[in-house]
């Protein structure tokens, strides 16, 4: 499958380059088909930045992605912020490639995946940086901007690093889970948001993706990264109406697949792959000693990935105004307005979301 992507890839490439001139840089942005996850790889120049690598099921995924691309070097690498199915992927791609730069909000996280992310940090000896609003690096004949300040935000969300990668006159804004908060902060941080391309914030969720924001980025295309039939029910109906009265045109991993952008400085072009890549790992990954990793013990459903047809059962009930989550059978549910109530399907989700444990049922 990844031939028939990597041949539609090169016909786009043989046609910018029939427009452009021979010497003149093609930059590959392909935002990968991770389920209910985030992860991207921007090559240009010779050069690649990988932002976030989705879960633990599509780890398998992101590995052979990086192999069939000859990926062996990923000379940036970020990682938004330490969530599970933003981070998980990046420790099975330090296992395909070696790694220059890393960028981090935070140094330290109590996570599975994050612990992972770092064990792998630690055999390659490389170490985490925090990068702060302004700093700027090369991607070939790319600039990347950290447009992100990290604070002690009181979601995790919120402290996703943002980044804009310009190309000529083409931009990218790359936003993690960033939130309403964040978004606030970024429209009066006074940096230039403007993009051509939008990674839409937290998968197209309720709490991300405000008028003003879209507003300010202007973009024409915006792409969400979110699994099919997920239990969170990303992308958000108002998310897609925003975008929709702003006239950005949206492409959905869970609809087309793994995207494909290509763009020579001045012109963007899209290949929707429509691949769908298998949720769990088949095999074990391979370790760079060459001996195999036991599988994983985590199942799909462990993993909160319900399995297709499974019926989802409210666990904890959420306030949208107190952003406090309560057990079912906490007393403080029934003095809160049914307007206010946000039905959650796990305690991951709930903190996910922003939501803080009640300190009377304490979930
Ligand atoms: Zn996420
Ligand atoms: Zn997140």
């Known amino acids: 499958m990844l031939k028939r992507i990597l041949a539609a890839a090169l016909l786009l490439v043989a046609l910018f380059a029939c427009r452009c001139l021979a010497e003149k840089q093609i930059l590959e942005a392909h935002f990968l088909d991770v389920g209910q996850g985030d992860a991207a790889i921007i090559q240009c120049g010779g050069q690649t930045l990988m932002i976030d690598g989705g879960d633990k099921d599509h780890s398998k995924f992101v590995y052979e992605y990086l192999k069939d691309l000859g990926i062996t070097r990923i000379d940036y690498m970020i990682s938004t912020h330490p969530h599970d199915d933003h981070v998980y992927g990046l420790a099975t791609a330090l296992q395909a490639c070696d790694v220059g730069t890393v960028y981090s909000p935070v140094t330290g996280f109590d996570g599975k995946g994050f612990e992972s992310f770092q064990n792998k940090l630690q055999e390659k000896g490389a170490e985490i940086t925090v990068p702060h609003r302004g700093d700027t690096l090369s991607l070939g004949g790319a600039v990347v901007t950290f447009l992100s300040e990290p604070q002690n935000w009181w979601s995790l969300n919120d402290m996703s690093i943002v980044v804009k990668v310009e190309f000529g006159e083409c931009a990218f804004l790359f936003t993690g889970d960033a939130g309403l908060n964040a978004e606030q902060d970024l429209l009066s941080s006074g940096m230039d948001l403007r993009a051509n391309v939008l990674k839409v914030g937290h998968h197209g969720g309720l709490d991300a993706t405000s008028k003003a924001f879209v507003e300010a980025v202007n973009p024409q295309y915006a792409i969400i990264s979110v699994g099919e039939n997920n239990k969170f029910g990303h992308p958000a109906e ?16 869970d609809i087309h697949g793994t995207i494909l952008c290509f763009s020579d400085g001045k012109n963007l072009g899209f290949v929707m792959t429509q691949f769908k890549p298998t949720a769990a790992p088949a095999t074990p990954l391979p370790t760079p000693d060459g001996t195999d990793t036991p599988a994983p013990a985590d199942t799909p459903a462990a993993a ?60």
């Open 304 to 363: 909160g990935n319900p399995a297709p047809g499974a019926e989802k059962e409210v666990m904890y009930i959420g306030n949208r105004n107190s952003h406090v989550f309560h057990d079912m059978s906490c007393p403080s549910i029934q003095d809160m307005k049914t307007k206010n109530k946000v039905e959650l399907y796990s305690r991951e989700e709930a903190i996910d979301l922003g939501f803080k444990p009640c300190g009377r049922c304490r979930p």
């Open 238 to 253: 108002d998310t897609l109406r925003q975008l929709q009265r702003s006239m950005v045109n949206v492409f959905r991993t």
